[in-house]
């Protein structure tokens, strides 16, 4: 699918900075040779070849701030994404090396804010909004609206007006990036880090498990420490308000003036017996703590850039750090601490979650730094997609810690990892039931038994479709149908959410091979196998995948093989077959019984084409109607206090249109407007209905209407000014 505005094809952001061990800006070499180079000798080959002449291309560079932004960043680290020249390519000679490009530099950087390229090479094609509004921005020159990148999930938790979740508090966050920012100024004054921590043992008995064992195993002062040791005194299993008094002593001699957290949800904690990121001094080695010292600092640093040349250096601390005695994968703990937003925690809870709810199947024991970093590039794109089960690395670990409450479960540490604490003091937050009752509450027009009538169709063939006019609020409905199902709204990992477009291929909704970010094809699951993993580990769940626009694909070719199996007759591992692209030669797939699929489908929409009578026959088909009816005038009323004369006057001139519509030999009754056209959303405070309902006359119905009756534009000016005539 290609968004309005940007033309389809190819484009590309480019890094200008070299690969060697000093990195340098190379913008001024690459303008005025004419060319852009890979500054890597093997990475990113396929990618540079695979650029075409006539391509758009830009130079980008990326960082962070907290400061000079055009919204308030509330303290946290903003990621920005500053373009310094923009071209075309005019020659790739195919050997992944060098190309050609027409360049044009900018007459000052621009910067483009939150939604930024994680390598030196990003294609970017014109296929979401996200995508779409950063080529306006960068080949354009259109301006970009911040307001609804950063209110978007993946970022409405640090900079967005409306807390989305208001359950997760992730204020903490603010304190341990800044209590990392202020830990590294002290990399060479360890001496001053020692002499606090003997002050603070005397006023924490806590504290006191901070001694060094000589070769003989006796007790001895400290004489070195890590900054992720440091951080871990007030990341171990005790109460809340003793991890608040010591993080409050740190922050004071480090200068920390953020406000220490009285509350530490979902952070991982460190066990009891094991607390610190080094060998004891009789096994030490000599480049230990300077190893901690150097991912630690290596962290921050591709934290802030996002460089390619910073991430291999993260990536090569990593080993060394990783490989020091009983370090592991605690080490991905100490990394979360300084940066939450940037790094994930490999604990218990987070793997598990990690492997049964987001169907990630690496071995995080045996990850090296290049497939951690590889991990974070995943979730991160992940992230971006607000039908993701999560939407940041904090809200993973608050989310691990629920799911892990909630079905009672244990995890397997490891061997080069304790347990985690068992006075872990992360509360739960329990889920709320969501039934026909609240789809009703919601601003819902159709009877309760009807809505309960679906619900039973639905459990029963398994696979459902909303169909309808456009304004009958198919896609709300669909999604509340599936909290019904699913029993609470508050289950994320259970509902997922695509949209079909002609594009559409069994490759995106399946599995299909896929471009890593090390340029090499991967093997990667669509959302459908996805759900089926997902629904496999949790048969007790009911679990959905609602399709919007299923109709505007081609349902049998997206579905492949799996057509077979979504039957409601044919849900069972007895029934399973081999998919397309297996992962080994003995691998099947079975569709859960506890796997739903609801599609909506627009019945005006002229260019589709009559489904397949096969696709059809595995699905109950449910048809909306506009419902501007006594339900919707009591909610308009009690809802938004519209009175019933308004209303009255509404609903009958909405009643005409729609007849002149149906009655229309070149229309008929599906392309009626659905009641969204005249009701507002139920979190919208609306002063004045007769206003709104003029906007949305202005610009939603009249644009139809004149693409109703193209051809006639007098129908279209009467129809729309019959409905505005006699409003106050």
């Not at 294609?123 to 950063?134: E, I, N």
């Not at 990394?335 to 979650?353: A, E, K, T």
């Amino acid at each position: 699918m290609v968004e309005a505005g940007v033309p389809e094809g190819q484009y590309w952001f480019v890094g200008a900075r070299s690969a060697g061990q000093e990195p340098y800006d190379r913008t001024d070499q690459f303008l005025a040779e004419g060319i852009w180079e890979n500054g890597f000798e093997d990475r990113y080959l396929d990618s540079v070849k695979s650029m075409k002449i006539g391509d758009r291309i830009a130079l980008k560079t990326t960082y962070v701030r907290r400061t000079a932004l055009p919204f308030d960043s509330r303290g946290h680290a903003v990621p920005v994404m500053g373009i310094t020249a923009v071209g075309t390519i005019t020659a790739n000679p195919g050997d992944g090396r060098k190309i050609g490009v027409e360049w044009k530099r900018l007459e000052r950087p621009r910067e483009w804010f939150l939604y930024t390229g994680r390598q030196s090479i990003w294609k970017v094609t014109p296929s979401h909004w996200m995508r779409a509004a950063l080529l306006r921005f960068a080949f354009w020159g259109d301006a970009q609206d911040t307001d609804r990148f950063r209110n978007d999930p993946a970022w409405a938790k640090r900079f967005g007006d409306v807390d989305p979740k208001p359950a997760q508090h992730f204020e903490w966050t603010t304190f341990y990036e800044a209590m990392a920012t202020a830990l590294l100024a002290f990399r060479n004054r360890r001496t001053d880090l020692l002499a606090h921590l003997r002050e603070m043992q005397e006023r924490h008995e806590a504290l006191g498990f901070l001694m060094d064992r000589d070769w003989r195993d006796n007790p001895v002062p400290l004489k070195d420490i890590c900054p992720f040791t440091v951080l871990g005194t007030f990341n171990r299993g005790t109460t809340p308000e003793k991890r608040t008094e010591v993080a409050q002593d740190w922050a004071q001699f480090l200068g920390v003036n953020v406000p220490v957290p009285t509350s530490f949800d979902g952070i991982p904690l460190l066990n009891n017996q094991n607390s610190w990121f080094f060998p004891p001094a009789g096994t030490r080695q000599r480049d230990d703590i300077d190893s901690l010292w150097d991912v630690f600092e290596a962290a921050l640093a591709a934290a802030a850039s996002g460089e390619d040349h910073e991430r291999l250096r993260l990536a090569a601390a990593y080993d060394r750090a990783r490989d020091i005695y009983r370090v592991g994968t605690k080490l991905t703990m100490g990394l979360f601490w300084v940066r939450p937003w940037n790094f994930v925690p490999l604990d218990g809870r987070s793997r598990q979650y990690l492997k049964t709810e987001l169907m990630l199947d690496q071995d995080f024991f045996t990850a090296d730094g290049e497939a951690y970093v590889k991990l974070l590039d995943t979730l991160a794109a992940k992230f971006e997609d607000p039908q993701f089960a999560v939407n940041s690395f904090p809200e993973l670990t608050w989310t691990a810690y629920l799911e892990r409450q909630a079905t009672g479960a244990h995890t397997d540490p490891g061997a080069d990892e304790a347990p985690e604490a068992e006075d872990d003091p992360t509360p739960l937050s329990p889920q709320s039931s969501y039934t026909v009752r609240d789809i009703v509450a919601d601003g819902c027009f159709i009877d309760e038994s009807d809505l309960n009538g679906y619900l039973a169709r639905w459990r029963s063939k398994k696979n459902l479709i909303l169909q309808g006019p456009p304004g009958t609020g198919k896609t709300w409905l669909a999604r509340r149908l599936a909290y019904a199902l699913i029993g609470t709204r508050d289950n994320k990992s259970a509902l997922r959410a695509t949209q079909f477009h002609p594009n559409s291929s069994y490759e995106d909704f399946v599995r299909g091979w896929r471009p890593g970010s090390d340029g090499k094809l991967t093997l990667v699951d669509g959302p459908f196998l996805e759900m089926v993993e997902r629904a496999n580990a949790r048969p007790d769940v009911p679990h959905v995948v609602l399709i919007e626009e299923i109709n505007r694909g081609n349902p049998v070719q997206v579905f492949g093989e799996l057509l077979t199996l979504i039957e409601a007759g044919k849900r069972s591992p007895r029934e399973s077959l081999q998919l397309a692209y297996p992962r080994s030669g003995t691998e099947s797939v079975h569709v859960p019984s506890n796997l739903f699929i609801i599609g909506t489908m627009n019945l005006a929409d002229r260019s589709l084409a009559i489904m397949d009578l096969a696709f059809r026959r595995r699905f109950a088909f449910v048809s909306l109607e506009p419902s501007v009816n006594d339900a919707w005038q009591a909610w308009m009323a009690s809802r938004h206090g519209v009175e019933s004369k308004e209303l009255e006057l509404i609903r009958h001139r909405f009643e005409a249109l729609n007849e002149r519509i149906a009655d229309d030999p070149a229309l008929g009754s599906e392309f009626r407007l659905g009641h969204s056209f005249v009701t507002p959303p139920a979190e919208e405070r609306v002063d004045s209905f007769s206003d709104w309902f003029r906007g949305v006359v202005d610009t939603e119905i009249v644009p139809t209407l004149e693409e109703y009756w193209f051809d006639d534009a007098s129908k279209a000016e009467s129809a729309s000014a019959a409905l505005l005539e006699g409003l106050r």
